[in-house]
Structure formats: structure tokens, C-alpha cells
């Protein structure tokens, strides 16, 4: 029986691996290209006055690469809750959006440089920093409220009840 | 809003950074420690006038041990005063202090150090350098063109050397001092030391604080507009620019006596992009009545115009470019400054010239009507070294750093005006076994010349000769250095060079002997010379006679057959008569070049 919010492939869940998967793939190849782009010494990226270039494309190295892995984890650990559904969906747009904006921002600021400063590319990192930071705050919030799709790897959908996180939680505490 | 030091600007402007970074005028000054001290200090001791340096080097220190030198100036003003057996007696009982270096001048050529004097921030040189090519420790006074046996006053960098060898330096001696002559215990401050960032784009403060705006820094990106809180050389006018470079590439002081006071406290007044004349009298000899400060310097000091400048008025020592750009055509034009061939960043640092200036095109960038046939114009073959333009319109008449320096009087060749100015003309630097005949009589065939007057032993005897031989101790020192230089040696044959440089090797000037030593060695046959330019009289006397011995004239030279305006006869031995004949009518004129 296909997990209700797990079920099809265009599910958030599954939304998310896929890009995350994909976004690896991407930026590993970038930081593969980055090496030759060292190992020839490549003027236009060691040299002291594309200093900014440098930094740039390192931090789109890095950051694609971080995103991709927040979105794998993200799509393997959603808790599978059907009160949780919007947010969580919501969540689920934000990381990828963030996942686009943040390394598209630093690669695009450093092709086009400016002495010291990074192109306009850059304006995108923001965009995407506010995408990631709500994302994580909606994910946070929701963490621990139910199953993980990890559970459901036994082959069980693991809640099905109307049981909210808030509603399993709140009672515990109210005994104390 | 003041100073705030390269390290300011080095994020925003990582290339221009990185390449001042790399050039010699970052590396002017520099804090003493093991990566910036080029000589050894191991252990060694120096003597000099009869007192022994010793120099040694324990953790990434460096110390001199020496007689303490204010009791030294003591001794100097009691012989001055002619109380001889008293200065002895000072001398012996001078105590032994230890010091320790702190900073250092130079990278390039030579480098010197300071120690504090003990006096509020005050430093005072070793008086010794270390020549970096050679590596060897010489007595800083034999670096120098100067006449022999002269007692330089001691150098204090904070009074001597601070306007220029620092950024947004304060010497910081009191005015009233000044004043009264007893300059005292100073509380110098540099903003950096090296001639750094805002040596030549002015103080950044307000700079920095403007573009921690981001939209600010876009707007100038994105836009052609001029940001008004840096000074731009490229973007002054061609006057103002060239003033950033000759607020020091100048021989140059104040107008007055307050003036100079107030620069030996604060520093000097200009900033780039100032008009450098408000604040800097720069010295001409046309000029000197403009600044009352200078002029009464050169009314009690009989000769100083001549420790910087040839007759006519050129400036004939190096590293003061400026003013011989000043009298430029070029720059006259009112386009042409300094950064018309020159740049800090991405140059190479020895003589930073932008990027294909090292040719021609430094000149064709404006004379394109030379560009396609040169040889019309130069009357040399386009490729040989008698075609470019430099050699004929910036030939090697200054002196400076041990060997001679292109003058930058960008001007056509005028016998007269050389003549008249004991200056050997720029034909003759490079054919140095020619006459001054030969030389007014293809200057007038290709270019109409006016003629000049050539006499005696001018008409007769080559102008290389001539000058070695009866020229003062700087036409000496610069046709020395012609005679090791490739271009002289290819179009003047080398082979009758070595006994003219070999007078050279017992030259009273130590700086003479040095070049001429350094320019035997590139002679043919002499690579593995042995001598020593600080040698003792005798041994330099016998360096001379073996170089005789050793030359000999090869047998297929066609100076066998016309070789007398090179005084060598036709059985290949030297016109020993007429050598003594000019030796005897040399400029013995004592002769003090101010670098």
C-alpha cells in the first residue's frame, strides 16, 4: 500500500532527493572543475586579481554541495504527518529554491568581477539564504512530529491516525 | 580623514595590492627581521674609520655592537674644533654600547639599516651597506659618488629620509627646535613605512568609509563615474599625475625656512592630486630665487647646483626623474606624464615600466609617423640597438645606484649643449671609439644640425676617450659603465676597452673604481679578473699593471690600422704619451653626486 504522502513520485519527498541527487552530482563535477582549474594554474581563476572569482566559485562549490545533502537528508527524514502536509510541502520548495539561488548566486558573482566585489550574480545569495533559513525553521519545527519516511522503509506506513505531533507531545507534558 | 595603510585597501583591490606588493617600493623600508634582512649578520665584526661594528643575529634579532655615537659626534666636533689631542683622548675612553637593527632601507641594489639613536624615535644608519649582487658588506660612503676621504654627516632616517621612504610620515621634530637648530629627541609616526598605497592615491580614509556602502561600490561598477574619495593618477590631468611621482622623483625642498620647520614636524604637505608646487619648491638651476630657503643654501654652499645638475641645467643624478621630465618637450606637450610609460602594478619592478614600454612603442604611442620605417629616421638598421628610440632621446647621462641611469630630458641629441656641458652626447655612448667630428658631421648629414664647436683634441681623439680620461669623477663613472654595456661594446668592438678601464681600477673615487671594475669583467678575456675596488692603493696600482699585461690586442682588429683616435698605434701598444697628455688635463674638481 503507497504511503499516503510518500506514495507517487511527485511527491515533495521524493522532489527532494531527486534534486538533491542531481545537485550533488552537479556540484561535485564543479569542484572536479575547480581542480583543474588549479592544477593548470588557469590565470583567470589562481591569480591574485581574480581573488573574488576564486572565493565565489569555492563557496558555490561548497554551498551546492552542503544543499544537495540538506535536500537527500531532507527527503529521506520528512516526517510523514498529514497536518504537517503544507508546511512540510512548503519546506520541501524553500530547499530547493535554496539549493538553486544560493550556489547560482555565488557561481554567477564570480564570472562577471568587479576588483574586490563579486558581480551582480551575488544578489541572488540572499534570496537564497532567506529560502534556506525559513526552509530550516519549518523543518525544525516539524522534526520529531511523526515518523520518518526512514520508517517507512520497513514497508509500513507508520501514522495514519488524525494524531498530530502537537497532540502526541502535549499530553506528556501535561502529566508531568 | 587620514592614513589607514595598505592593509585597508588590499581586500577591494586584491591586483593592485598584490602587484605594489611585489614592487621595490613596498620593500623601500622595512621592519628588521630574518625575511626582510639581506646581508649576513653572523658574527662578523666591521671596522670603518678605525672603529669596529660587530654585528650579530640571535632569534630573529639583529644587533650591532659599536663606540656609542653621540660620543662619536662628540670627538667629530672636538677635532673640528682643532682639539686634536682632546678627541683622542674622547675617542679612547668612548664606551661600547649594543644596538639593535631595526629597520632597513632598500632591496634592490643595496640595503642599509638603522638603529635608534636613543633619542625619542630617532634612528641613525650603520655606516655600512650590503651590495646584494655581490654580497658583500661596503662602506655605505663607497656606494656613493663622492670625493674621496669626505666625512658625510651621520644619516638620521626620520630627518633624511622619512618624507619619501614612508607613507603619511611625521618626523615629528618640535618647530622651535628646528628653529634653533638643535633638532632634539623626535616623536616620529609614519602611517606605514615603504612607500605604499597612499604614497600615490592620497590618504584613504574617507575612501574606506564611503564604499562600506555596497550600492555606493555598484554604482561606480556598473557606471563610468569617477569615484571623487580616491585619487586616480591615471585620471588626473598630465601634469598633476606626473606630480605624484616627483614629489619625491625630485630634487626638491621648501620655499622657506618656517616652511621646512613645519615639514620636520608634520610631514610633508602635499597629497596626490595636490598641486606640488603650492606646497614644493622643485630646484631648478633657472629657478632658485623662488624659494629664499634654496637659494640662500646655494649662496653659502659654493657648488651645490653641481652635485645635481650638468651646466645646463639637466639634472645628472638618478631618481630624480622628474626633473628632467619637466624640461621635456614630451611633457611640455601637456599629455605626457610619468604614466605614459611607467606603472606600479603589473610592471616589472625593475624599472616599472607598464606593459610593452620597455621598446619603441613607449615613443610610437604618440610618433606613430615613425612606426613604418624607422630606419629613414634613425639611419641604423631597424633591428639594431642604434634604432631605438631610448638610446637616442634618453641615453644614459644620469648616475645613480653604482652605475648610469636613462635620462628622462626626452630630447634629440644637441652636440652644442653637450659640449658645453662636459656631457658626453648620446651618438658617443654607444660609439664610444668615435670623435666628436665624426659625430657633428653625421648629425648634420641626417639631420640638419646646427654646428657645433669641436676642438682640439675633440676632432681627433674618441669622445669614450676623451671623458674617461679628462672627464670629472661622474663622466668618468658613467662612460665606465658605458664600456661594459652590450650595445657600447657591439658598436665600439670591446677589444681596445681594457687598459682605458683598467686607469679606471686606481680611480680616486671609490664609486669609479667600482664600475670600471664591473665593466672589465665584461670585456673580453677579464670575466675572471680578480680585484678589489676598496683595496689599498698598491694593490689597485698593481690590478692596473697586470690588466696591461694581461691585454693584447688581437691581430685581425682593425684598430692595428686605425687605431689613433683610440690612442692605441699601429704595433697594437697604447699612446702611453698621449694617455698621460689627457690624464694630465683631467677634472680633478672635487664632485658630489646626490642621489
Same mark, same amino acid.
Given at each position: 500500500?503507497?504511503?499516503?504522502?510518500?506514495?507517487?513520485?511527485?511527491?515533495?519527498?521524493?522532489?527532494?532527493?531527486?534534486?538533491?541527487?542531481?545537485?550533488?552530482?552537479?556540484?561535485?563535477?564543479?569542484?572536479?572543475?575547480?581542480?583543474?582549474?588549479?592544477?593548470?594554474?588557469?590565470?583567470?581563476?589562481?591569480?591574485?586579481?581574480? *581573488?573574488?572569482?576564486?572565493?565565489?566559485?569555492?563557496?558555490?562549490?561548497?554551498?551546492?554541495?552542503?544543499?544537495?545533502?540538506?535536500?537527500?537528508?531532507?527527503?529521506?527524514?520528512?516526517?510523514?504527518?498529514?497536518?504537517?502536509?503544507?508546511?512540510?510541502?512548503?519546506?520541501?520548495?524553500?530547499?530547493?529554491?535554496?539549493?538553486?539561488?544560493?550556489?547560482?548566486?555565488?557561481?554567477?558573482?564570480?564570472?562577471?568581477?568587479?576588483?574586490?566585489?563579486?558581480?551582480?550574480?551575488?544578489?541572488?545569495?540572499?534570496?537564497?539564504?532567506?529560502?534556506?533559513?525559513?526552509?530550516?525553521?519549518?523543518?525544525?519545527?516539524?522534526?520529531?512530529?511523526?515518523?520518518?519516511?526512514?520508517?517507512?522503509?520497513?514497508?509500513?506506513?507508520? *501514522?495514519?491516525? *488524525?494524531r498530530s505531533s502537537d497532540r502526541a507531545v502535549r499530553p506528556a507534558r501535561k502529566k508531568r | 580623514m587620514g592614513f589607514?595603510?595598505?592593509?585597508?585597501?588590499?581586500?577591494?583591490?586584491?591586483?593592485?595590492?598584490?602587484?605594489?606588493?611585489?614592487?621595490?617600493?613596498?620593500?623601500?623600508?622595512?621592519?628588521?627581521?630574518?625575511?626582510?634582512?639581506? &646581508?649576513?649578520?653572523?658574527?662578523?665584526?666591521?671596522?670603518?674609520? /678605525?672603529?669596529?661594528?660587530?654585528?650579530?643575529?640571535?632569534? /630573529?634579532?639583529?644587533?650591532?655592537?659599536?663606540?656609542?655615537?653621540?660620543?662619536?659626534?662628540?670627538?667629530?666636533?672636538? +677635532?673640528?674644533?682643532?682639539?686634536?689631542?682632546?678627541?683622542?683622548?674622547?675617542?679612547?675612553?668612548?664606551?661600547?654600547?649594543?644596538?639593535?637593527?631595526?629597520?632597513?632601507?632598500?632591496?634592490?641594489?643595496?640595503?642599509?639599516?638603522?638603529?635608534?639613536?636613543?633619542?625619542?624615535?630617532?634612528?641613525?644608519?650603520?655606516?655600512?651597506?650590503?651590495?646584494?649582487?655581490?654580497?658583500? #658588506?661596503?662602506?655605505?660612503?663607497?656606494?656613493?659618488?663622492?670625493?674621496?676621504?669626505?666625512?658625510?654627516?651621520?644619516?638620521?632616517?626620520?630627518?633624511?629620509?622619512?618624507?619619501?621612504?614612508?607613507?603619511?610620515?611625521?618626523?615629528?621634530?618640535?618647530?622651535?627646535?628646528?628653529?634653533?637648530?638643535?633638532?632634539?629627541?623626535?616623536?616620529?609616526? !609614519?602611517?606605514?613605512?615603504?612607500?605604499?598605497c597612499e604614497a600615490c592615491h592620497g590618504p584613504s580614509a574617507e575612501h574606506i568609509v564611503a564604499n562600506r556602502n555596497?550600492?555606493?561600490?555598484?554604482?561606480?561598477?556598473?557606471?563610468?563615474?569617477?569615484?571623487?574619495?580616491?585619487?586616480?593618477?591615471?585620471?588626473?590631468?598630465?601634469?598633476?599625475?606626473?606630480?605624484?611621482?616627483?614629489?619625491?622623483?625630485?630634487?626638491?625642498? @621648501?620655499?622657506?625656512?618656517?616652511?621646512?620647520?613645519?615639514?620636520?614636524?608634520?610631514?610633508?604637505?602635499?597629497?596626490?592630486?595636490?598641486?606640488?608646487?603650492?606646497?614644493?619648491?622643485?630646484?631648478?638651476?633657472?629657478?632658485?630665487?623662488?624659494?629664499? =630657503?634654496?637659494?640662500?643654501?646655494?649662496?653659502?654652499?659654493?657648488?651645490?647646483?653641481?652635485?645635481?645638475?650638468?651646466?645646463?641645467?639637466?639634472?645628472?643624478?638618478?631618481?630624480?626623474?622628474?626633473?628632467?621630465?619637466?624640461?621635456?618637450?614630451?611633457?611640455? /606637450?601637456?599629455?605626457? $606624464?610619468?604614466?605614459?610609460?611607467?606603472?606600479?602594478?603589473?610592471?616589472?619592478?625593475?624599472?616599472?615600466?607598464?606593459?610593452?614600454?620597455?621598446?619603441?612603442?613607449?615613443?610610437?604611442?604618440?610618433?606613430?609617423?615613425?612606426?613604418?620605417?624607422?630606419?629613414?629616421?634613425?639611419?641604423?638598421?631597424?633591428?639594431?640597438?642604434? $634604432?631605438?628610440?631610448?638610446?637616442?632621446?634618453?641615453?644614459?647621462?644620469?648616475?645613480?645606484?653604482?652605475?648610469?641611469?636613462?635620462?628622462?630630458?626626452?630630447?634629440?641629441?644637441?652636440?652644442?649643449?653637450?659640449?658645453? $656641458?662636459?656631457?658626453?652626447?648620446?651618438?658617443?655612448?654607444?660609439?664610444?671609439?668615435?670623435?666628436? +667630428?665624426?659625430?657633428?658631421?653625421?648629425?648634420?648629414? #641626417?639631420?640638419? !644640425?646646427?654646428? &657645433?664647436?669641436?676642438?682640439?683634441?675633440?676632432?681627433?681623439?674618441?669622445?669614450?676617450?676623451?671623458?674617461?680620461?679628462?672627464?670629472? &669623477?661622474?663622466?668618468? +663613472?658613467?662612460?665606465?659603465?658605458?664600456?661594459?654595456?652590450?650595445?657600447?661594446?657591439?658598436?665600439?668592438?670591446?677589444?681596445?676597452?681594457?687598459?682605458?678601464? &683598467?686607469?679606471?681600477?686606481?680611480?680616486?673615487?671609490?664609486?669609479?673604481?667600482?664600475?670600471?671594475?664591473?665593466?672589465? /669583467?665584461?670585456?673580453?678575456?677579464?670575466?675572471?679578473?680578480?680585484?678589489?675596488?676598496?683595496?689599498?692603493?698598491?694593490?689597485?696600482?698593481?690590478?692596473?699593471?697586470?690588466?696591461?699585461?694581461?691585454?693584447?690586442?688581437?691581430?685581425?682588429?682593425?684598430?692595428?690600422?686605425?687605431g689613433d683616435r683610440v690612442l692605441i698605434r699601429p704595433d697594437g701598444a697604447l699612446h702611453s704619451d698621449q694617455v698621460?697628455? =689627457?690624464?694630465?688635463?683631467?677634472?680633478?674638481?672635487?664632485? @658630489?653626486?646626490?642621489?
Amino acid at each position: 500500500m503507497p504511503d499516503q504522502f510518500l506514495g507517487g513520485d511527485d511527491t515533495f519527498a521524493q522532489r527532494n532527493l531527486r534534486f538533491g541527487w542531481w545537485a550533488l552530482l552537479a556540484f561535485l563535477s564543479l569542484g572536479f572543475f575547480l581542480e583543474v582549474l588549479h592544477g593548470f594554474k588557469v590565470g583567470w581563476y589562481v591569480s591574485v586579481s581574480t *581573488e573574488v572569482r576564486r572565493e565565489m566559485w569555492t563557496l558555490a562549490h561548497a554551498h551546492g554541495t552542503l544543499l544537495a545533502l540538506i535536500n537527500i537528508v531532507f527527503g529521506t527524514s520528512v516526517p510523514r504527518n498529514k497536518a504537517n502536509v503544507t508546511s512540510l510541502q512548503t519546506a520541501s520548495r524553500l530547499l530547493v529554491t535554496a539549493g538553486i539561488l544560493l550556489p547560482m548566486g555565488f557561481f554567477l558573482g564570480g564570472v562577471v568581477i568587479y576588483s574586490g566585489d563579486p558581480g551582480l550574480g551575488i544578489l541572488l545569495v540572499p534570496l537564497g539564504a532567506a529560502a534556506l533559513v525559513v526552509a530550516v525553521f519549518v523543518a525544525a519545527r516539524h522534526s520529531g512530529s511523526g515518523s520518518s519516511s526512514t520508517d517507512s522503509s520497513q514497508g509500513q506506513p507508520m *501514522e495514519k491516525t *488524525e494524531r498530530s505531533s502537537d497532540r502526541a507531545v502535549r499530553p506528556a507534558r501535561k502529566k508531568r | 580623514m587620514g592614513f589607514v595603510s595598505s592593509n585597508e585597501c588590499r581586500s577591494c583591490h586584491p591586483h593592485e595590492y598584490a602587484t605594489w606588493h611585489a614592487s621595490y617600493h613596498r620593500t623601500m623600508t622595512q621592519v628588521v627581521g630574518p625575511e626582510t634582512v639581506l &646581508a649576513d649578520f653572523e658574527d662578523l665584526e666591521l671596522r670603518f674609520d /678605525g672603529r669596529p661594528y660587530n654585528l650579530s643575529q640571535r632569534n /630573529g634579532e639583529f644587533w650591532v655592537e659599536l663606540s656609542d655615537p653621540d660620543g662619536v659626534d662628540q670627538v667629530i666636533a672636538a +677635532a673640528q674644533r682643532g682639539e686634536i689631542s682632546r678627541a683622542r683622548e674622547m675617542a679612547s675612553q668612548l664606551p661600547r654600547v649594543r644596538r639593535q637593527i631595526v629597520m632597513s632601507t632598500g632591496s634592490h641594489h643595496y640595503q642599509l639599516y638603522w638603529y635608534p639613536s636613543g633619542s625619542g624615535r630617532e634612528l641613525y644608519m650603520l655606516p655600512f651597506a650590503y651590495l646584494i649582487a655581490e654580497k658583500r #658588506w661596503v662602506p655605505r660612503v663607497s656606494i656613493f659618488l663622492v670625493p674621496p676621504n669626505e666625512v658625510e654627516p651621520r644619516k638620521v632616517w626620520n630627518r633624511d629620509c622619512m618624507p619619501c621612504h614612508s607613507t603619511g610620515g611625521a618626523p615629528g621634530y618640535a618647530v622651535s627646535q628646528v628653529e634653533s637648530d638643535r633638532l632634539g629627541a623626535p616623536d616620529s609616526h !609614519a602611517a606605514e613605512v615603504g612607500i605604499a598605497c597612499e604614497a600615490c592615491h592620497g590618504p584613504s580614509a574617507e575612501h574606506i568609509v564611503a564604499n562600506r556602502n555596497p550600492i555606493r561600490r555598484y554604482e561606480f561598477h556598473l557606471s563610468a563615474g569617477v569615484d571623487p574619495s580616491a585619487v586616480q593618477p591615471e585620471r588626473l590631468e598630465a601634469e598633476r599625475s606626473a606630480q605624484v611621482c616627483g614629489q619625491c622623483h625630485s630634487v626638491n625642498t @621648501s620655499y622657506t625656512f618656517a616652511d621646512w620647520a613645519q615639514t620636520l614636524k608634520d610631514g610633508s604637505p602635499y597629497r596626490a592630486g595636490g598641486d606640488l608646487r603650492q606646497s614644493t619648491y622643485v630646484v631648478s638651476p633657472d629657478t632658485v630665487s623662488e624659494s629664499p =630657503l634654496f637659494q640662500g643654501w646655494v649662496q653659502r654652499n659654493q657648488g651645490t647646483l653641481d652635485e645635481w645638475f650638468w651646466p645646463d641645467g639637466e639634472v645628472r643624478v638618478a631618481g630624480r626623474e622628474y626633473n628632467g621630465l619637466l624640461e621635456s618637450p614630451c611633457y611640455q /606637450g601637456g599629455e605626457f $606624464s610619468c604614466i605614459s610609460c611607467h606603472s606600479i602594478h603589473g610592471s616589472d619592478p625593475d624599472d616599472q615600466l607598464a606593459a610593452e614600454m620597455d621598446g619603441d612603442q613607449a615613443c610610437l604611442q604618440c610618433h606613430e609617423k615613425f612606426q613604418q620605417n624607422i630606419e629613414k629616421h634613425t639611419h641604423h638598421p631597424a633591428k639594431s640597438s642604434g $634604432s631605438r628610440c631610448y638610446n637616442c632621446h634618453m641615453p644614459h647621462t644620469t648616475y645613480g645606484l653604482l652605475k648610469a641611469v636613462r635620462s628622462h630630458r626626452i630630447s634629440s641629441p644637441s652636440l652644442s649643449s653637450d659640449i658645453e $656641458s662636459g656631457r658626453t652626447n648620446a651618438c658617443n655612448l654607444c660609439h664610444l671609439d668615435q670623435t666628436l +667630428a665624426w659625430t657633428q658631421r653625421h648629425l648634420s648629414d #641626417w639631420y640638419d !644640425a646646427a654646428e &657645433a664647436a669641436v676642438e682640439g683634441d675633440q676632432r681627433t681623439v674618441a669622445a669614450g676617450v676623451l671623458g674617461l680620461l679628462r672627464g670629472d &669623477a661622474g663622466t668618468r +663613472a658613467i662612460l665606465a659603465w658605458h664600456m661594459g654595456w652590450e650595445p657600447a661594446q657591439k658598436a665600439s668592438r670591446a677589444d681596445w676597452m681594457a687598459p682605458f678601464l &683598467a686607469l679606471m681600477l686606481d680611480d680616486p673615487y671609490d664609486a669609479v673604481r667600482f664600475i670600471g671594475s664591473r665593466s672589465l /669583467g665584461r670585456v673580453p678575456g677579464f670575466a675572471s679578473f680578480q680585484y678589489d675596488y676598496l683595496a689599498v692603493s698598491d694593490e689597485r696600482r698593481r690590478a692596473v699593471s697586470r690588466v696591461m699585461q694581461l691585454w693584447k690586442l688581437p691581430s685581425d682588429t682593425p684598430w692595428r690600422s686605425e687605431g689613433d683616435r683610440v690612442l692605441i698605434r699601429p704595433d697594437g701598444a697604447l699612446h702611453s704619451d698621449q694617455v698621460g697628455r =689627457l690624464l694630465e688635463s683631467r677634472d680633478h674638481r672635487p664632485i @658630489s653626486l646626490v642621489e
